[in-house]
């Protein structure tokens, strides 16, 4: 299999508190990842919402340089969430697990790490065809 262009596809993690004050929140990302910037949604468990929704999403808006990865994640008010987060990390070199930090204030970070789900094949193949596409026009 040829090396992967990009962080296009499924990704599942977790994020971590400061100083383990609360379990480990896990994750599930999929990312489109266009020329370095990358858009996404996230779907995981309500563990600090209103309790009329179980599971809270939002959407990540980022960009990777080289193995240098940062996005924001933007809660869409469900379970009444609507604060955004900062991650920054590093992609390993195959392009299948970054690790890094999050940042919501000064003072107030954790760690979050995730993990490509998928074997990235038809994401190569979408990312291939949109190459061709390019070249002819």
Do not use: C
């Amino acid at each position: 299999m040829a090396k992967r262009a990009s962080l296009t596809g499924s990704w599942s993690g977790a994020y971590r508190y400061p100083r383990g004050s609360v379990r480990e929140v896990v994750f599930n990302v999929q990312i489109e990842e266009i020329g370095g910037t990358f858009t996404g949604a996230i779907q995981e468990p309500n563990t600090m919402g209103h309790t009329s929704a179980t599971v809270l999403t939002s959407d990540i808006d980022g960009d990777r340089t080289g193995q240098s990865v940062r996005f924001i994640k933007f809660y869409d008010g469900s379970g009444e969430q609507h604060h955004a987060v900062r991650y920054e990390g590093t992609v390993n070199e195959a392009l299948t697990r970054i690790e890094g930090t999050w940042t919501i204030r000064s003072g107030w970070s954790g760690t979050f790490f995730m993990s490509r789900d998928d074997d990235g094949e038809g994401a190569e193949a979408q990312e291939q065809a949109e190459a061709t596409t390019q070249h002819k026009n």
